[in-house]
T-cell receptor, first 109, second 115 residues
Framework: DAKTTQPNSMESNEEEPVHLPCNHSTISGTDYIHWYRQLPSQGPEYVIHGLTSNVNNRMASLAIAEDRKSSTLILHRATLRDAAVYYCILTYNNNDMRFGAGTRLTVKP | ETGVTQTPRHLVMGMTNKKSLKCEQHLGHNAMYWYKQSAKKPLELMFVYNFKEQTENNSVPSRFSPECPNSSHLFLHLHTLQPEDSALYLC??????????????FGPGTRLTVT
């Protein structure tokens, strides 16, 4: 099954953009790339997902490499409320999401 | 508030007890999920229900027994658990059951401690 690799932790300053990388070199052609985040003491929260093209929504942007072996979640202006663990997930067999350890994002005021 | 509620939020039980976790979604979704989040392991999918029918069981031990009486409610019945079953149990729902296509909405979880 496809796996993802993310840095354990990243730091950002408030109101600056944040680029969270994810490597998924064994991705298959039908795997979607999903991003969720988990704030302290809460369940995970959907952020964005895509297949091949870059995607934008009110929370973030998702940039997918042309070969789909990596992707980047972009928070355009980080706020203190964006401090969370961010998970990059590939779907598996269309009916399973395999969460990894994620990236813990710290936002400094 | 995600539209998915879970009760209780905290539960302490002995290894010989029987207890149940409850999940309710107010979103009109058709698929519901149970996940387990242990302290030292990534989030693990346990069960998937679509229109009340179980479509996925990820090799979960039989001491965990799910029940889905309708599309809005999901239960996880627990009996003769082990201390290593202590974890955060999360419920989620989505409009459809094909996880690649639909975003999932998670509840706040039930923190379970088995003594």
């Amino acid at each position: 099954d496809a796996k993802t690799t993310q840095p354990n932790s990243m730091e950002s300053n408030e109101e600056e953009p944040v680029h969270l990388p994810c490597n998924h070199s064994t991705i298959s052609g039908t795997d979607y790339i999903h991003w969720y985040r988990q704030l302290p003491s809460q369940g995970p929260e959907y952020v964005i997902h895509g297949l091949t093209s870059n995607v934008n929504n009110r929370m973030a942007s998702l940039a997918i490499a042309e070969d789909r072996k990596s992707s980047t979640l972009i928070l355009h202006r980080a706020t203190l409320r964006d401090a969370a663990v961010y998970y990059c997930i590939l779907t598996y067999n269309n009916n399973d999401m395999r969460f990894g350890a994620g990236t813990r994002l710290t936002v400094k005021p | 508030e995600t539209g998915v509620t879970q009760t209780p939020r905290h539960l302490v039980m002995g290894m010989t007890n029987k207890k149940s976790l409850k999940c309710e979604q107010h979103l009109g979704h058709n698929a519901m999920y149970w996940y387990k989040q242990s302290a030292k392991k990534p989030l693990e999918l346990m069960f998937v229900y679509n229109f009340k029918e179980q479509t996925e069981n990820n090799s979960v031990p039989s001491r965990f027994s799910p029940e889905c009486p309708n599309s809005s409610h999901l239960f996880l019945h627990l009996h003769t658990l082990q201390p290593e079953d202590s974890a955060l149990y999360l419920c989620a729902s989505s409009q459809g059951w094909v996880v690649s296509s639909y975003e999932q909405y998670f509840g706040p979880g039930t923190r379970l401690t088995v003594t």
